[in-house]
């Protein structure tokens, strides 16, 4: 990425109909860094809770603290400190069950991504998503680790039919998330994906994943040169009025590559 860029971003969430909001979400931008003459780095980290709702709000706020927290102390060695701050971010966990055992049990996806002049750098557990649109085109560059993605792999290997695999009642069961124990699948990308101006980037809670992927685009080109803000809050419009019985909590982090004049 040759052309000097702003990182600008916004949040939002929704509670959907579920009891308690049990996602989190922690934007970071270091201090001096690229600070007037150059690309400003952003870290973006979204976190969606498991575990029963107190213990789901306590295991996303707690990974996204301190992901942030150990990042920041290794900003300058971004691969390595991504995957010390998932490792330091799973360890919050087991202290934390260690030291009140009423929150056993708990566990949290965890999606961040290091935007800098470079490109884009991510480290992922569990089915949050990260989404890039590009010149009319919306791609997920991060893996799914939920038993859906396993599903459609299946529908479309001709293995199963799209209805079973959409109908199963497993599809949302993980097969990785953070619990404080070993983490069994992680999908680290820590070399830089290059990123273009006027790309937009979203880091989503599965619950925006009731809207299909044609639906995101349309709506992300509809307001492609507004601000992040009134993106996210479209997004989060297109999931609440589709009045998807048990929606999950929706949180979502959206990032505007914006080209300087």
């Known amino acids: 990425m040759n052309a000097k860029v702003d990182f600008v971003h916004a949040t939002g969430s929704s509670q959907g109909k579920r009891k308690a909001q049990e996602d989190f979400s ?23 809770g498991m575990g029963g709702h107190v213990a789901g709000q306590i295991a996303s ?10 990042f920041s102390n290794n900003v300058h060695n971004v691969g390595p400190g991504l ?35 470079t490109g884009l750098r991510w480290v992922s557990v569990g089915d949050s998503t990260l989404l890039v649109y590009r010149e009319g085109n919306l791609y997920r560059v991060n893996a799914d680790h939920s038993h859906g993605a396993r599903l459609d792999k299946q529908a479309e ?11 199963d009642p497993r599809r949302h069961a993980l097969h990785s998330a953070l619990t404080g124990e070993r983490i069994p699948l992680q999908d680290l990308s820590l070399q830089p994906a290059s990123l273009a101006p006027n790309d937009v ?12 992927g044609d639906a995101i685009a ?7 040169y507004d601000t992040p803000q009134k993106i996210a809050n479209e997004l989060l419009w297109g999931v609440e009025k589709g009045h998807v019985p ?5 949180t979502l982090i959206v990032v505007q ?5």
């Open 61 to 70: 706020r707690l990974v996204c603290e301190h992901f942030v927290k150990s």
């Open 257 to 261: 590559v914006k080209p300087r004049a």
């Open 218 to 224: 349309s709506l992300i080109r509809q307001y492609h």
């Open 201 to 212: 980037l979203i880091f989503a809670t599965d619950g925006l994943l009731t809207l299909s």
């Open 157 to 167: 290997a001709g293995v199963i039919s799209q209805q079973a695999a959409k109908a």
């Open 246 to 250: 048990r929606q999950d909590n929706t």
């Open 26 to 48: 922690s934007v970071w931008q270091p201090e001096g860094i690229g600070a007037t003459t150059a690309t400003r780095p952003l870290l973006a980290v979204v976190a969606d």
């Open 83 to 117: 995957v010390q701050a998932l490792e330091d971010s799973n360890d919050s966990l087991a202290t934390a069950i260690g030291d009140d055992h009423a929150l056993s049990g708990m566990g949290s996806t965890l999606l961040a991504g290091y935007l800098d002049a």
